[in-house]
């Protein structure tokens, strides 16, 4: 069965919560740190791209454009720095707006996990109000 949108986004935003299973600047690791691709049994970590890849089980599937759009929106609307249009949340997921310039090191990767969980749960409101209407 397919999963709705509202499903992929929560999916996703769970499988990342915690930020041991979250990652940054590639779409999956392995638990040596190796890339992988996000629906390899090995990986253990995604970005938010990889994360709703993982769910809908590959990049454009299922309703996986549907979910990064949201993402998008969510990240544009958050973080007025975000200049790109397609995969708009990348740049909050890997750190490169809504950090401090101060923030260095291990507090910049903590703020820019708690940002792309942020863009989640404003996305996950979208994929909810657009479910009710």
Not at 39 to 64: D, E
Not at 69 to 84: I, K, Y
Not at 89 to 118: C, F, L
């Amino acid at each position: 069965m397919t999963k709705t949108v509202l499903e992929v986004l929560t999916e996703a935003r769970n499988l990342i919560a915690d930020p041991e299973h979250w990652t940054y600047n590639t779409h999956a690791v392995d638990s040596d740190g190796v890339d992988v691709t996000p629906t390899n049994r090995a990986a253990c970590a995604w970005c938010a791209s990889g994360a709703v890849a993982k769910i809908t089980r590959g990049f454009g599937k299922g309703c996986y454009d549907e979910a990064t759009d949201l993402l998008s929106g969510a990240a544009r609307s958050l973080f007025p720095d975000v200049t790109r249009d397609y995969h708009a949340y990348v740049p909050v997921n890997d750190g490169e707006v809504g950090v401090p310039d101060d923030a260095t090191g291990d507090r910049g990767i903590a703020i820019a996990h708690t940002n792309i969980i942020k863009v989640f749960d404003a996305a996950i409101e979208q994929a909810k109000a657009g479910a009710s209407a």
